[in-house]
């Protein structure tokens, strides 16, 4: 037998604080207006939203409109569409503050439609967001304008190479030396195991290798990363892919240089990686990271740059960054274990330490 079970959410309807503040959208408000008489239903309704957006920084603060933006993305990642997005069915929680929302007679479970179809309808429920809380949460529409336009952060500048997703993508595919290129070519197949595991990124870049890690299904990656504008690239990486995966990734970004990494308390971690990035620190430095990664992680996956044609101005920096430096470091710093993937050619060798 069938039930139908309804809980009661205590506090005001968001549209209701809004017209206390003295937006005119509710019906009884608007068949009062004159201003609102010579205006077709369409234009009516869009003067509505005006109006609750004039005074909602009033009524709500900003973390609350993520809130909601948070629960719809729950509702999607579920399987299911509001397909009613607007003021009227939010409900503000009077304890808690945190948002609700209610009313579901138009919504649609979608969980045996085709993931295309599927965030053709998101988008939708999306744009009704972006129109009602004046924000720019990414869509179909929006990521392929900010590419076209180039309006990604450092588009002149971008680091590696990567696929977003219906058929969007930055920078040359098959490049095996970063990015997508470098991820299917030598570590997709060579990572540690990576479900359920916590990952160190350090010297993270634009995140999109730790981004990837996640995708493989990881639960949580930490990015070291010192670069602002990388970091910028990374936060449009992180919510461009949870668009198209209609899922959350569990990363964040420490804005710090990975030297000073042992000096902080970060917990432990299943796997940590560097790739083409340890070797910039000076050799100290190198052997005090390496020996606290050991303490944290069971495993530090580290990626070499034989390449000798490449203009480093500091000749140790080429020793650094070979097979030979890397493997002892990571021997007398607590890896005794250490496995080569090194294909014939290839100048970004794979070095896995395991205790």
Same mark, same amino acid.
């Given at each position: ?47 509505? %939203? +005006?109006?609750? #957006? ?26 299911? @569409?509001?397909?009613?997005? #607007?003021?009227? *069915? ?19 479970? &979608?969980?045996? /439609? ?11 429920? %999306?744009?009704?967001? $972006?129109?009602?809380?004046? =924000?720019?949460?990414? =869509? ?16 002149? *500048? ?14 040359? /595919? ?31 870049? $634009? ?23 990388? %970091? ?17 990734? *569990?990363?964040?970004?420490?804005? +710090?240089? /990975? ?8 917990? #432990?971690?299943?796997?940590? =990686?560097?790739? &083409?990035? @340890? ?15 050991? =303490? @944290? ?22 020793? #650094? ?15 005794? *274990? ?18």
């Amino acid at each position: 037998n069938l039930t139908l079970t309804l809980s009661y959410v205590p506090g005001p309807v968001l549209r209701e604080e809004l017209a206390v503040r003295g937006a005119v959208l509710r019906d009884r408000d608007v068949d009062d207006n004159p201003d609102f008489a010579r205006l077709d239903p369409f234009a009516q309704r869009l003067k509505r %939203i +005006e109006e609750g #957006k004039r005074v909602l920084h009033d009524v709500v603060e900003p973390q609350f409109v993520e809130a909601v933006f948070e629960q719809m993305k729950n509702i999607h990642s579920a399987g299911f @569409i509001l397909n009613d997005v #607007k003021y009227g *069915n939010i409900i503000i929680e009077e304890n808690s503050g945190e948002p609700f929302f209610v009313d579901f007679e138009l919504s649609m479970n &979608c969980t045996g /439609m085709g993931s295309s179809s599927f965030r053709v309808l998101r988008d939708l429920d %999306i744009e009704e967001f $972006n129109l009602h809380f004046g =924000t720019e949460k990414p =869509t179909y529409r929006r990521i392929r304008q900010r590419l076209e336009t180039g309006s990604i952060p450092m588009p002149e *500048n971008w680091y590696a190479p990567v696929y977003i997703g219906a058929g969007m993508k930055i920078g040359r /595919m098959w490049d095996p030396d970063s990015g997508w290129g470098r991820w299917h070519y030598i570590l997709k197949d060579n990572m540690p195991p990576l479900e359920g595991a916590r990952v160190l990124d350090i010297g993270s870049n $634009n995140s999109y290798l730790a981004l990837l890690m996640l995708q493989s299904g990881a639960r949580e990656a930490v990015g070291f990363e010192i670069n602002s504008g990388r %970091i910028e690239q990374g936060e449009f990486l992180k919510s461009a892919l949870e668009w198209k995966d209609n899922r959350k990734y *569990n990363f964040r970004y420490i804005q +710090e240089s /990975m030297a000073d990494l042992p000096s902080m308390d970060l917990g #432990k971690f299943d796997i940590a =990686t560097a790739l &083409c990035s @340890i070797y910039y620190l000076d050799d100290e430095s190198i052997d005090r990271v390496i020996r606290h990664i050991s =303490t @944290i992680s069971e495993y530090f996956v580290v990626q070499c740059n034989t390449a000798r044609d490449i203009g480093r101005q500091d000749q140790h920096a080429y020793e #650094k960054a070979g097979v030979e430096y890397l493997t002892a470091a990571l021997v007398r710093n607590g890896f005794p *274990n250490v496995r080569k993937i090194a294909p014939r050619g290839y100048p970004r060798p794979l070095l896995i330490g395991s205790k």
